[in-house]
């Protein structure tokens, strides 16, 4: 049943999905321009709460949780499983008060109305991955804003999303370059339950009717620890936390 409904809505989410990011482009542009980063920031926060709304025309809902009581004045990393496209707007909404950055595909940085704008001017590190020079620099120069602006960032160790909602292996290479550069950046992970399931069935149709979630967990104070402590203290919490 929740597929026949996955044929009926999908198409509708598809299209305001669709017009929310190309309406929301020229929006980006005239903050950007006129405002600057502050103004291009409230119009990028705006876009993924229109973006998280989406969820509701297929009936699947979001429950954001955060009882952590996290530092506005410090550098954060947060640390999540990653399940589907549909992880990403409710954390940068969300998480909009740590000013959080992705780390990114390149690709992504072109082509796609309002998310490659953002990507390109928002301070993300948009990383080839064919070229690990261009990658490790990118990083750098988002731990040095980290550093100098009390950035944040979101990072998904995974390097690609579990398709079944089986958390894969987290990698530790982007989390220790940045360490480097903040070694005071408070750890906080956050696990995502059941967003794989809006693309259980591939992108037609999309899953209906599911409850999905984000739950910000206990940080992490990384002092004393190595890198690969605190990835694996982060792993263990979220892997504990997924609900199969």
């Not at 989390?175 to 408070?186: E, G, H, R, S, Y």
């Amino acid at each position: 049943m929740k597929k026949f409904f996955g044929y009926i809505l999908t198409p509708i989410h598809y299209l305001y999905f669709g017009l929310i990011l190309v309406v929301f482009h020229p929006i980006q542009w005239l903050s950007l321009k006129w405002g600057g980063y502050t103004s291009h920031k409230r119009s990028v926060d705006i876009l993924n709460l229109f973006l998280t709304s989406s969820c509701y025309i297929l009936g699947n809902t979001v429950k954001f949780i955060n009882n952590q009581h996290l530092p506005a004045n410090r550098s954060i990393i947060f640390i999540a499983n990653h399940q589907s496209m549909y992880d990403i707007p409710p954390l940068i909404y969300f998480l909009r008060k740590y000013h959080a950055k992705f780390i990114s595909k390149i690709e992504l940085a072109s082509g796609i109305p309002s998310i490659s704008f953002n990507l390109k001017h928002g301070g993300a590190a948009n990383i080839d991955r064919k070229d690990p020079k261009q990658s490790v620099a990118e990083i750098l120069k988002l731990a040095n804003n980290m550093k100098e602006k009390t950035w944040s960032t979101i990072i998904f160790p995974e390097g690609t999303r579990s398709k079944t909602g089986i958390m894969k292996p987290f990698a530790v290479g982007g989390i220790a370059t940045i360490l480097k550069k903040v070694p005071d950046a408070l750890i906080v992970p956050i696990v995502i339950n059941n967003s794989w399931k809006m693309v259980q069935y591939g992108f037609f149709p999309l899953h209906t009717f599911s409850p999905m979630s984000w739950e910000v967990l206990t940080p992490i104070e990384p002092e004393g620890l190595t890198a690969e402590e605190v990835v694996k203290l982060a792993e263990e919490a979220i892997k504990a936390g997924i609900k199969q």
